[in-house]
Nanobody, 124 residues
């Protein structure tokens, strides 16, 4: 079982990127995107349940980022618009076979599988 994150890169402030997370080997019930900036704790960005479109967001990205899933491709996406320098971080996708309730989808310790991370750099 593997999660493969991709799509990071260098973009100017105000630009957009789309991250992808492909799960190989199985489909999980809940996915999350987290990010970690240098010297900071890993923080929640967005989450989604596979069978229903319940999508909590961190306040700092709400209205700018959109998480979605493509069941046919077994892939979860994070569309990031209006990027800011403070969005610079390594972005990780995470997954669990459990259907998390809305209030726990932001907790790192609820996820059992993690991808390798993809670096997003936003220049000012």
């Amino acid at each position: 079982v593997q999660l493969q994150a991709s799509g990071g890169g260098l973009v100017q402030a105000g630009g957009s990127l789309r991250l992808s997370c492909v799960a190989s080997g199985r489909t999980f019930s809940t996915y999350g995107w987290f990010r970690q900036a240098p010297g900071q704790e890993r923080e929640f960005v967005a989450g989604i349940r596979w069978m229903e479109n319940s999508t909590p967001y961190a306040p700092s990205v709400k209205g700018r980022f959109t998480i979605s899933r493509d069941k046919a491709k077994n892939t979860v996406y994070l569309q990031m618009n209006s990027l800011k320098p403070e969005d610079t971080a390594v972005y990780y996708c995470a997954a669990t076979g459990r259907t998390l309730i809305f209030g726990t989808m932001s907790r790192k310790d609820e996820y059992d599988y993690w991808g390798q991370g993809t670096l997003v750099t936003v220049s000012s």
